[in-house]
C-alpha cells in the first residue's frame, strides 16, 4: 500500500486536557514539527484511523483540525518544505520522515 506526507494542525479552544490528548495521539502518526504541527507519513488505512481517533477526542464545535495531503512520501519532504530560522532535526539529517 503506498504512503503520502500529510501535514495535521490541531487548533483545540480552552481544553488542557483534550489538547494534551490530540498531542499524544499525533505523536502515535507523525513526528512533530511545531507543538500543534505534525508530519505524517501514512497509507489509507492509518489515515482513517488517524480521523477516527482525532474526531473521538475534539470538540466539533471548538476544536479544529487540517489535514494537508502533500503527495507520495518519498517527494513529498524534499519539495514542499523551507525553513527560516532553526530547522526540525529530522530536515537537518536529510532523511525523509517515514
Known amino acids: ?9 490541531y487548533d483545540i479552544c480552552g481544553d488542557e486536557k483534550r489538547l494534551r490528548q490530540i498531542h499524544k495521539c499525533m505523536c502515535g ?5 511545531q507543538y500543534s504541527v505534525f508530519l505524517c507519513s501514512l497509507d489509507q488505512v492509518e ?3 488517524l480521523k477516527m481517533e482525532v474526531s473521538e477526542i ?3 464545535g471548538d476544536d479544529s483540525v487540517m489535514i494537508v495531503a502533500l503527495g507520495p512520501s518519498e517527494t ?3 519539495s514542499h518544505f523551507e ?3 532553526v530547522t526540525p532535526p529530522k530536515f537537518e539529517e536529510g532523511s525523509v520522515i517515514v
Open 1 to 9: 500500500m503506498s504512503r503520502n506526507t500529510y501535514l495535521v494542525a
Open 29 to 33: 502518526y507523525g513526528y512533530s514539527l
Open 47 to 49: 489515515l482513517i484511523d
Open 58 to 60: 475534539m470538540n466539533h
Open 76 to 78: 513529498a519532504v524534499e
Open 83 to 85: 525553513f527560516m530560522g
